[in-house]
């Protein structure tokens, strides 16, 4: 009654269940008297469990525990009979000859080795989904068990002991939970401290995915009215702005995680706020990039506050550079950087105007990365470069002024434009000028809003967009058409 009682107690989660049946199957073999083949006890709990919910075949918690279990059934044995091996007393040897010192040390021994082997064995059972759903291989995890395996059998004893403590006494039963509450402090800290070791673990990339791709690809994601962007080309990897802490951790750490991102060669921080890029700090303390590049405007007070915690220790190993026109960096096997925004001496008061504008090349195609720019720097740009061109553009929307206007797209002609989602409902109804485009040419247009993270790939027919949603073909007015009306007055 009391495993069934736990079970319910814990929402009948899938490894309580599983270890409900397996105990049951256990006591009755017990009194059938009959042998107990643990490997028979599994199979039969698998079936007893799906029996009850199919369903729960494709459940990731099922799957992850039978999975553990099975291994421990199978891998954990004979990694202990090899590793305790060599501190086995001779059984030849009677044991009333052994000294107490020699079999203090077999025992201790037999339980180290038991810690390990069974650490082992879960951490191989689980290794197929810490691959394949996870993409992440934690080595730490193989310590991580040898300390929270004792402290958390430890937790338990002690939880029982307070609930009988309970029944004597409520104040022994605060005692007792005090010093529980300590142990699983503990136990915390201890796995806190080994995930925070450097290279504690490795990122492997979706099956999915091309590892190394021989042509470059883009992947623009959307935190928010911030585009954030993955540069992969070979063994490459850069990034394009951080994102603020909820951006980062929520969703350019699991898109690096899916691609199997381990450090960035470099990152390029085009807009120096902490809503575009508040999770510089997070990135240094991981160590994450090897060189960083700062857009040249002025940093807005928040962000300056912030990289000035962690610009020492960059700066002297002399990692950092700064985004300034018409510098072009050459990132490899033909991929180029060039900076088109801001030029020594450009000044504004808003931030967004104070923002990297990057064309990145490869093969004669362009990339216009036009971070949040508005219409006067727009202008800028289109007279210090009155002949260039770019297949895609990527651009935001300005916080106070109109920008992506018609002389903007015309000037650039872009096949594909990227539209970060804006930052509030009016700037969403903003109608892009397409009325210097021929007729039947207009680009296509991605609204992240609505698309999420759209994947840009260089080929040899040009550079093709793959949005991670697609746009419903019903829509009244489908992601992709902009308006022929006419431009707006400036």
Known sequence: PLLVFYVLVTGNQPSAVRALCMALLVMLAWKLERPVSILNLWSLAVLVV???????LGDLGFQLSFAVV?????????????????????????RALVSRPHRQLESTAKYACGLVAGSTAAWLGALPFMLMVFHRVSWI??????????????????????????????????????????????????????????GAYLYVASPEVESRPAQPELICASAGSTTLGLLRHGDRTWLINTGNDFGWLKVMNPLRQYYGV????????????????????????????????????????????????????????????????????????GLTLR????????????????????????????????SRIGFGTELEIMRAEPEL??????????????????????HFQPRTIVLAAPSNRWRSRQQLDLSGFATGQDPVVYRQRETGAVTLRWTEEGIT??????????APTPPGNGSRAPPPRQ
Do not use: C
């Open 70 to 94: 099975l291994a421990l059934i199978l891998i954990s044995p004979p990694i202990y009979r090899w590793l305790v091996g060599p501190w086995q007393i001779d059984p030849l040897i009677p």
């Open 141 to 198: 995890g193989l310590l991580a068990n040898l300390w929270v395996v004792p402290l958390a059998s430890l937790v338990v004893v002690i939880g029982t002991v307070s609930v009988v403590a309970s029944m004597v006494a409520t104040p022994l039963a605060v005692a007792v939970n005090s010093v529980n509450w300590a142990v699983v402090r503990l136990l915390i800290a201890g796995v806190t401290w080994l995930n925070a070791v450097p």
């Open 465 to 474: 967009a793959e949005p991670f949603i697609q746009p419903a073909l019903d």
């Open 339 to 370: 900076v088109l925004s801001p030029r020594p001496g450009q000044t504004s008061s808003r931030v967004a105007d104070r923002a990297a504008v990057l064309l990145i090349t490869y093969d004669g195609r362009s990339v216009l990365w036009a």
């Open 262 to 333: 381990n450090h960035f060669t470099g990152a390029f921080l085009t807009e120096p706020s902490v809503s575009r890029n508040g999770a510089v700090g997070l990135l240094v303390r991981e160590r994450l990039v090897q060189r960083w590049f700062l857009s040249a405007g002025q940093p807005t007070p928040a962000f300056e506050k912030r990289w000035q915690a962690v610009r020492p220790k960059e700066e002297q190993a002399a990692l950092v550079g700064r985004l300034v026109a018409p510098e072009e960096l050459d990132l490899g096997d």
């Open 389 to 410: 061109r770019a297949e895609v553009l990527i651009q935001g929307t300005h916080g106070s002024e109109v920008n992506r206007t018609g002389a903007w797209l015309q």
């Open 50 to 56: 799906l029996g009850f919910d199919p369903q729960l």
